[in-house]
């Protein structure tokens, strides 16, 4: 399990900011007396007045403008955590640009601050010309990263939410897949290789979650044992005390167990990294939200199937069968647990049809979503497909009693209340 590094540490809320604070301290006392000692005449030409008004004027409103302005950001944070995901919001919270606005308006507090001490140092009545001009780049900044965190804190649009979501797993798709090479080999583990298991690598401690499977640093301790390594956990596990990780067959001596670990990135919570079912787990958490009684919008359910549909397209387009990965000569070295397509459609679909059965718009738009499916993948992806098509007639079967509205439900329509199938006029 891969322990402290400089991207986790960069992923914490605090570190950025104190970044920023430690930064602006040590130039806080650096260049004013660097200016002071070495360019003496180098004195701005606003009187030493006016240059400590400003300088106070500064530092009293950026540290008002930084409560308020985190206050409602962080409210507006909450609310959307209500409407959509927790587990969502929370990539939103945790954006990068929060963290650097936070550090550019400490910043601009802090420098302002500390350029009062060198106004009219000595009762000279000078003005140190370039820290003056730092601390006006200061307060340009602040207001870019206003603006800037105005428009990321736009992504709580549910439309942005979502375009945002599955932009990830998107992502996440290209990354693992799309990155991945197949070689001819064995797919499995032999009974014979089974029986011969020389090590086990067990979690100790509290409760994770599997972010992340460095497959190439497990195929390389493979490769130089002559050995077979199988995972026993998934990307997007949550692993306990005692549980397997995973197994090692066949080695010529036991492998480092910290080299091992280190392959196995964890976490306390799902990241999109090598996860396109999370990005999927969190659209369907979207859409059975907005389908439940306190919130009625199938419209929102709608809008996720869109994003649902294009994910499963791309998906259903790739090889899926990247889990038994090969050395150089063909010889099976490392078995990793991955998804099926099966998986990924009782993901996508399975609990929106459940939630949304009594839905004309939400059925009309999954039958939309599984006809286009079917005659854009290839034949071996359409019998699951198929499964599911019988799956949501049979449920519109049972939900709708009246004949006219079982044929409203059964009409594909990308819209989901828009344009039914076979429609050529307006009549």
Known sequence: ????????????????????????????????????????????????????????????????????????????????????????????????????????FISTFLYALMMLAWVDRGSMGKVPF???????????????????????????????????????????????????????????????????????????????????????????????????????????????????????????????????????????????EQDPKYALRLIVDIAIKALSPAINDPTTAVQALDQIEDILLRLGRISLDIGAVHDRQGELRLIVPVPNWNDFLHLALGEISHYGADSVQVMRRMKALIKNLTTTLPPDRRAALQYWEQRLQGSIKRTFEQADERLAASVADRQGLGIGAGATTGK
């Open 1 to 104: 399990m891969k322990g402290f590094s400089l991207r986790k540490l960069a992923a914490n809320g605090w570190f950025i900011p104190m970044a920023y604070t430690v930064v602006t301290l040590m130039v806080g006392m650096t260049v004013p007396r660097v200016e002071h000692s070495f360019l003496p005449n180098l004195v701005s030409s606003m009187s030493a007045p006016s240059a400590m008004s400003v300088c106070s004027a500064i530092a009293s409103g950026m540290i008002a403008l930084t409560g308020i302005v985190f206050s409602l950001t962080f409210v507006m944070v909450q609310f959307s955590a209500t409407a959509y995901s927790p587990r969502l919001v929370l990539w939103i919270a945790r954006d990068p640009v929060m963290s650097h606005a936070l550090g550019v």
């Open 130 to 272: 370039i820290s003056s001009w730092l601390v006006v780049l200061l307060l340009l900044a602040s207001m870019a990263m206003f603006i800037a965190l105005i428009e990321r804190i736009a992504l709580l649009q549910i439309n942005r939410m979502l375009i945002f979501t599955g932009n990830q797993g998107r992502r996440s798709i290209d990354e693992l897949y799309l990155a991945a090479r197949s070689s001819p080999g064995p797919a499995g583990i032999t009974d014979s290789q089974r029986a011969d298991l020389t090590q086990t690598l067990v979690h100790f401690g509290h409760p994770v979650v599997i972010q992340a499977i460095h497959a190439r640093t497990l195929l390389d301790l493979a490769s130089n044992s002559g050995a077979v390594i199988e995972v026993a956990v998934a990307v997007g596990d949550s692993i306990v005390e005692s549980t397997p990780l995973l197994r090692v067959f066949q080695a010529r001596q036991p492998l480092d167990e910290d080299l091992l670990k280190s392959a196995l990135e964890v976490g306390d919570e799902r990241t999109f």
